[in-house]
């Protein structure tokens, strides 16, 4: 409840509007179509498909199209670094928003990808998966209720669980409770993944000796720009039962071993 009072008396950024949000679902959903329709069937924001592909492809031995799949997921995970860097280094500058920035930027890659033939696909696919992935980790709200421009899974089970727990008693405060219920699921989805996704590299940096880039990218893990540290979204538990750490007491591990 104190979310929700919070909620009706904050001041309205525009990057959480209605009217932005929509606009950029129609932009993640043009872009999804126009890497599978025209460059090769390989999505732009939609890395589950490409990670299925990828594996299909692998153990099929194609090895060819493998890079097809893999190159998309890459750059996607960069454009979310990028995206969280730009708003690390320029949040404090008052002329333009760091959002702003990220648009620019977007804008820019989306503008070349027009001009590239059809032998640059896999460059295209790379550009646009990076530009995704700037804009689902820039605008992550709207109206203060999680979203993903980009995304539609998490949008259509909050959004349908809420209708439904309102159609059953048709009360509108238990729908504003169920909406900012799931707003704390999906966030923390999304705090979770970008958390994992940090602990992998320092996890690789620490294992190949490299500490001062280790160092760096704990950063990240221990940023409060957001509120909690991303660390505390790192999983808890082993996801086996062979006695490994969980990534959480792996990351603590290294990082009592690096301070």
């Known amino acids: ?33 126009y890497t599978y329709i025209s460059r090769g069937h390989v999505f732009a924001n939609a890395q589950t498909g490409n990670i299925v592909l990828l594996s299909q492809h692998i153990f099929a031995g ?23 860097e730009i708003r690390q280094h320029f949040q404090n500058i008052g002329r333009i928003h760091w959002r702003q920035i990220v648009i620019l930027i977007e804008m820019s890659m989306l503008f070349l990808v027009g001009f590239l033939p059809g032998k640059m696909d896999l460059v295209a696919n790379a550009f646009v998966s990076f530009s995704c992935a700037m804009q689902v980790q820039t605008f992550r709200k709207v109206d203060s209720y999680a ?7 998490g949008n259509l089970r909050s959004g349908m669980a809420a209708l439904s727990a309102f159609m059953r008693n048709h009360k509108k405060q238990q729908l504003e409770q169920d909406l900012a219920a799931s707003q704390d699921t999906v966030e923390w989805q999304q705090r979770s993944a970008q958390a994992l996704d940090w602990f992998w590299q320092v996890d690789e940096a620490y294992v190949r ?19 909690d540290p991303l660390k505390n979204y790192l999983p808890q538990e082993s996801a086996t039962k062979n006695g490994r750490f969980s990534p959480y007491h792996r990351y603590e591990e290294i990082y009592h071993a690096l301070h």
């Open 1 to 33: 409840m104190k979310k929700l009072r919070m909620h009706y008396c904050s001041k309205k950024q525009m990057s959480e509007s209605f009217l932005t949000a929509a606009f950029l679902s129609v932009s993640g959903g043009l872009q999804d179509m």
């Open 62 to 84: 194609n090895w060819a199209d493998v890079m097809r799949y893999l190159m998309p997921v890459l750059s996607f995970m960069f454009g979310v670094a990028a995206a969280t």
């Open 147 to 153: 979203f993903a421009s980009t995304m539609c899974i």
């Open 209 to 227: 000796g490299k500490y001062a880039l280790c160092r760096t990218l704990m950063r990240h893990l221990e940023d409060t720009g957001d509120g």
